[in-house]
């Protein structure tokens, strides 16, 4: 067991979002088929499953274009566990093209202070748990992670900062 352990990366990151209330944040990451909106992604639609429900699956994909070829990078990603009171999610890609083996993820909304009555700010914090990935270090995934977490953040407050 505790090889296992070691075979597995585990990390979080976490951004905050000075003026939005978590409960104002919250209903945009639990929309779990409507990621496309905010990560850097150009599809996401559900392929199975109650929406809002855990079992829930949804496949992802972005398109990425050299001077020769299109490539299109895609998951299908399952909804494992869904808490509104918490705003805490967790899902599980199960099939992907892009050299995931193993990959559980959980995004939480927190209010800053642990107050969400206080006058605006909230965390986005992204936790997860993976084998490792081919051609990546765990530092390079994580730094992946921070970007989309940058965008994610950058692309919520243009929807709804005045």
């Given at each position: 067991m505790e090889e296992e352990r070691k075979q597995k990366w585990e990390s979080k990151a976490s951004i905050e979002i000075a003026v939005l209330k978590a409960a104002q944040v919250w209903p945009i990451l639990e929309d779990f088929c409507n990621f496309h909106k905010w990560f850097p992604i150009d599809t996401c639609y559900q392929v199975d499953g109650a929406s809002?429900?855990?079992?829930?699956?949804?496949?992802?994909?972005?398109?990425?274009?050299?001077?020769?070829?299109?490539?299109?990078?895609?998951?299908?990603?399952?909804l494992?566990?869904?808490d509104p009171i918490q705003r805490c999610l967790s899902y599980q890609v199960l099939d992907n093209n892009i050299g995931i083996?193993?990959?559980?993820?959980?995004?939480?909304?927190?209010?800053?202070?642990?107050?969400?009555?206080?006058?605006?700010?909230?965390k986005i914090e992204w936790s997860f748990v993976c084998?490792?990935?081919?051609?990546?270090?765990?530092?390079?995934?994580?730094?992946?992670?921070?970007?989309?977490?940058?965008?994610?953040?950058?692309?919520?407050?243009?929807?709804?900062?005045?």
């Open positions: 809002g429900q855990p079992g829930l699956i949804r496949y992802t994909a972005a398109t990425t274009t050299s001077s020769s070829e299109t490539i299109i990078k895609w998951a299908k990603e399952k494992l566990m869904i083996k193993s990959y559980v993820g959980t995004f939480k909304v927190l209010p800053i202070n642990g107050n969400d009555d206080h006058k605006g700010g909230c084998a490792p990935m081919d051609g990546w270090k765990l530092e390079d995934f994580l730094a992946y992670v921070e970007y989309c977490l940058q965008f994610m953040a950058k692309k919520i407050d243009d929807a709804l900062l005045p």
